[in-house]
């Protein structure tokens, strides 16, 4: 039977908790009057309570919360019936659910017709969180709306997810969470079930996936036994991923020294990154040895999802810009300023803490609050796995490198007059169809807007573009008053299954402050100067900057 109970943030932790031992572990709940007293209980109790305690303390105090037990998990039973029934102890088959609501709640009977339509046109379901009996690492298959937490001023890669809730089916946003189990799922495959449910879930050309799956596609290059897992390379992820219609590229640390730059790129590019990250944990200086565990923590492996990072600070970036210019040489040559050498808090998806963390660069994965005071930890990023689409053969390391040949060509794509030499430069890969689409809703319809607007719908173009949007480097001048950030003053569109490299095959679009020039469907390039064709200067009006990314403020 399916039990429902509704509570407030604050009231949840001791109800789940009550739920938990009744659903997985009622021995544990034997003898009532001693099992306070009990080590085996007072141990599991406390653990549990320490993961909800870390979840909940992230969300919105506001929120209800809706328990439903014995809710059957696709991903859990998948990993029961492969690994779990196969044991001597019996594991339970059903799991825990708990959806968040931004919406006041209190009994089943509250959610008529009407309600269920405002929660569903407001987007006031804000996901939901399995529960599994796989202690310690009880977090099952999730999807958490940023909305849900207390602090979530930050732009990721999201899809709106659609789930049920007493039956009835509501719709979020999101990205994909769950922690390892530790014995059919390392970080690893919790990586890829997590990079699939997002892909097969946004995208018709890709399927989810089940854990089973992943186990069946390793098989014949696995050189040992599979379970229990102890993890999977770089090369075994990209593997996989290729299998499942993706195109991965593999970029390392020891051989980029553009590394973060192109990290940088594909997230802002709207694409999830698989970041294997090595890290050493040690003790603390002065604290003594007290367990098993503090004599082997050398160097370790794992694996996490780069989603997304936090909204970049106007005034940090300009500063940034100044001294990067400022240490350049006083010459009449161009320089440019690659938007994607600016640091950034990135905003991760790791199976070991609750989701939408945020991290650096250099310090990648952080220790839970309790281990904080006994140990230190380093960690550094080793490689990361873009996965692309099947046809973009070109990588964001050439674009980049192509998008500077092409404005060092131009005698005009400089933004402003007045800074002839000095100019930002962001590179990102954008779907042909949405980026045309954001052209027609934010471009303007005078002068050389209206015939870059329509040079730019009627171009022909592959699925992915490579956008190259040019700003003034002394951005305040000309900035969007909605995010602070520089408008474009001038615009590169690279095809993206073009590698050729030499001449100018790759180029679909270049517009600088007053010219454009296309290449048309016979392959004929046409140069638009429309001051000439006037009599009168028109220059390009500025616009904003395209973003892959959702903003989960405005979203």
Not at 224 to 232: I, V
Request: include cysteine; glycine fraction near 4%; proline fraction near 4%.
């Amino acid at each position: 039977m399916i039990v429902s109970k509704f509570f407030s943030v604050q009231d949840a932790i001791p109800h789940i908790l009550d739920i938990y031992f009744e659903a997985f572990y009622p021995f544990l709940l034997k003898q009532d009057d001693e099992k306070e007293d009990r080590l085996e209980y007072t141990i599991h109790k406390k653990e549990v309570e320490e993961k909800l305690k870390e979840l909940f303390s992230q969300l919105r105090t506001e929120l209800t919360v809706l328990i439903e037990t014995n809710y059957i998990d696709k991903v859990y039973r998948d990993c029961y019936y492969k690994f779990f029934s196969t044991k001597l102890d019996p594991y339970p088959r059903n799991c825990i659910r708990i959806s968040l609501f931004d919406y006041d709640l209190n009994a089943l009977e509250t959610l008529d017709s009407n309600t269920i339509n405002e929660i569903n046109k407001k987007f006031l379901y804000l996901g939901s969180i399995v529960i599994r009996p796989t202690f310690p690492n009880i977090i099952g298959r999730s999807v958490i709306s940023p909305k849900a937490l207390c602090n979530h001023d930050f732009k990721i890669c999201a899809t709106k997810f659609s789930t049920t809730a007493c039956g009835i089916q509501f719709k979020t946003f999101g990205f994909p969470h769950a922690s390892q189990d530790g014995q059919i799922l390392s970080c690893a495959e919790t990586t890829l079930w997590s990079i699939m449910e997002y892909f097969g879930t946004k995208f018709s050309e890709y399927a989810t996936i089940l854990p089973s799956k992943i186990i069946k596609l390793l098989a014949d290059v696995s050189d040992e036994r599979q379970l229990p897992s102890t993890g999977l390379t770089v090369s075994n992820i990209s593997y996989v991923l290729k299998k499942l219609g993706l195109e991965p590229k593999i970029y390392s640390s020891l051989k980029a020294q553009d590394f973060e730059s192109l990290l940088n790129c594909y997230i802002q590019s709207g694409i999830p990154l698989v970041v294997s990250v090595n890290f050493k944990v040690a003790l603390k200086k002065g604290q003594a040895q007290t367990e098993d565990k503090d004599k082997n923590r050398g160097d370790n492996n794992h694996a996490i999802i780069c989603i997304g990072h936090t909204k970049e600070v106007a005034s940090e970036c300009e500063s940034t810009i100044a001294n990067y210019f400022q240490k350049q040489p006083k010459t009449p040559s161009l320089k440019i300023f690659d938007w994607e050498y600016l640091a950034k808090e990135y905003i991760l998806m790791d199976d070991s803490t609750p989701a939408y963390r945020k991290a650096t660069f250099s310090r990648m994965l952080t220790l839970r609050e309790k281990d904080k005071e006994k140990y230190d930890i380093e960690s550094q990023i080793k490689h990361f796995v873009a996965p692309l689409y099947h046809r973009v053969y070109m990588d964001a390391r050439f674009a980049k490198e192509k998008m500077h040949i092409y404005i060092n060509e131009r005698k005009n794509l400089y933004p402003l007059k007045n800074v002839p030499n000095k100019v930002i430069l962001r590179t990102l890969l954008a779907p042909s169809r949405l980026y045309k689409q954001y052209i027609i809703c934010n471009m303007g319809n005078n002068g050389l807007n209206k015939e870059l607007k329509n040079a730019i719908v009627s171009l022909e173009m592959p699925k992915f573009i490579w956008v190259g949007e040019i700003s003034a480097f002394d951005f305040s001048k000309e900035i969007d008053p909605e995010t602070q950030m520089p408008l474009v003053r001038g615009l590169i569109i690279l095809d993206s299954t073009e590698i050729c490299a030499t001449g100018h095959d790759a180029v679909l679009l270049i517009c600088d402050s007053e010219v454009i020039t296309y290449r048309d469907s016979s392959g004929e390039i046409i140069s638009l100067d429309i001051s000439k064709m006037i009599g009168k200067s028109v220059p390009l009006q500025s616009f904003k900057r395209f973003e892959n990314l959702k903003d989960c403020i405005t979203t």
